[in-house]
């Protein structure tokens, strides 16, 4: 695991966990998003009480597909460009708006389960979120 953060870190302006973990999670998210147009089966994973109601469908895969994408392309920029203000406070918002997303997904309007699909989401928002506010003053010095 030492020499995978030392492969990424190398790579980034500022090698540290916070800006490489932003790196995986922009990665990951423009992966997912380009996987939204190529089909909703992700989207009926996350959205698993939605995909039984007909909810899911292609129209709204590549929807969530580019807010995914979006996001991604913004985290990537910030991994980049950990101590710019505007930036940062961008990549948090990408986050605040995840979490937002999934937990009324989750528990108003019921299209998510309590399953992988939706939990991981969770659980990257939050967390990500929770770790760059509480960073914040040290990548931005004050």
């Not at 009480?49 to 990537?76: I, S, Y």
Request: glycine share 10%; charged share 10%; net charge positive.
């Amino acid at each position: 695991m030492e020499h995978v953060q030392e492969f990424v870190t190398k790579y980034l302006p500022i090698p540290s966990l916070l800006p490489a973990w932003t790196l995986l999670v922009g990665t990951t998210a423009i992966i997912n998003g380009l996987q939204n147009f190529l089909g909703d089966s992700g989207s009926k994973l996350v959205y698993i009480k939605g995909a039984k109601k007909g909810l899911v469908n292609p129209l709204q895969a590549r929807n969530f597909g580019l807010w995914t994408l979006t996001a991604g392309v913004v985290r990537l920029y910030a991994a980049y460009n950990i101590t710019n203000a505007a930036v940062y406070d961008i990549a948090i918002a990408t986050y605040v708006i995840a979490a937002v997303h999934f937990f009324t997904e989750l528990l108003v309007f019921g299209t998510c389960g309590l399953t992988g699909g939706a939990i991981s989401p969770i659980v990257v928002a939050s967390s990500s979120l929770f770790w760059m506010i509480s960073q914040r003053a040290f990548y931005l010095g004050g």
